[in-house]
């Protein structure tokens, strides 16, 4: 049973990458590609915004001037995108990328209607490339693209389970919250997406929904409200 009309999903690339940590875990992909799947047979319209942390993390370097840093991470998302496009065309589901700069005839420019149109005839519009300017995170994008879109809910799936008070890797009594308000998340500093992205949920009252990939049909059950992660709401 759904419990969102219009969803839009954000992918950990480096929970794509599995194990592996880097590049592309294709048993990963098809996972998600099958429960995505089952969103859409349910009516759910999906649209997907991955991460590029599986290939770059330009801010850790020093010696790359931002702006030709941020513009790699973006060409990193474009690839993401096309590569798991394809894995979900390969389980039966039509795609579409769009992106918010022309990339030849591998892409498609972004523009609202045609995403919703993309998601109204039973496909997954796969948004790549940020925002298509340095110094906005692919988190800001996801933001920015579930607001002008109309969706529900943001689902965000990571290699954690949800928001913690303090990272559980370091601190095993770490506490886990099934919910917590998106101002306390930027008061308390949690780092769980990024300040812009947290200010642009808040003055949407967007909510994000914040799960683990790994779990098992995690992205259904996220999609259904039956999710073991971390609702973050606006009060």
């Not at 931002?66 to 979900?88: H, P, W």
């Not at 780092?191 to 049909?217: Q, R």
Request: glycine residues 10%.
């Amino acid at each position: 049973m759904k419990a969102y009309d219009r969803v839009l999903l954000k992918l950990s690339g480096e929970a794509l990458a599995g194990d592996k940590r880097t590049g592309f875990d294709e048993d990963t992909c098809i996972r998600v590609a099958n429960q995505v799947k089952q969103l859409v047979t349910e009516g759910i319209q999906v649209s997907i915004v991955i991460g590029g942390g599986n290939f770059w993390r330009g801010r850790t370097s020093e010696t790359i001037d931002r702006t030709k840093a941020d513009q790699i991470g973006m060409l990193a998302t474009v690839m993401n995108c096309i590569y798991v496009s394809e894995i979900f065309r390969y389980v039966g589901i039509p795609t579409e990328v769009f992106t918010p700069f022309q990339c030849g005839s591998m892409t498609k420019l972004f523009s609202k209607d045609g995403v919703i149109d993309c998601m109204s005839r039973g496909g997954v519009a796969f948004l790549a490339g940020g925002t298509g300017h340095p110094y906005f995170s692919t988190d800001t994008a996801t933001v920015l693209r579930a607001v002008e879109l109309d969706c529900d809910i943001i689902l965000m799936a990571r290699a954690v389970d949800g928001v913690y008070d303090c990272d559980p890797k370091l601190n095993p009594n770490a506490k886990k919250f099934h919910e917590i308000p998106l101002q306390e998340v930027l008061d308390k500093k949690l780092g769980v997406v990024d300040l812009t992205a947290t200010v642009l949920c808040i003055e949407n009252k967007m909510p994000i929904l914040l799960f683990g990939l790994s779990e098992d049909n995690s992205i259904v059950a996220a999609a259904q409200g039956k999710s073991n992660g971390t609702r973050m709401i606006v009060k």
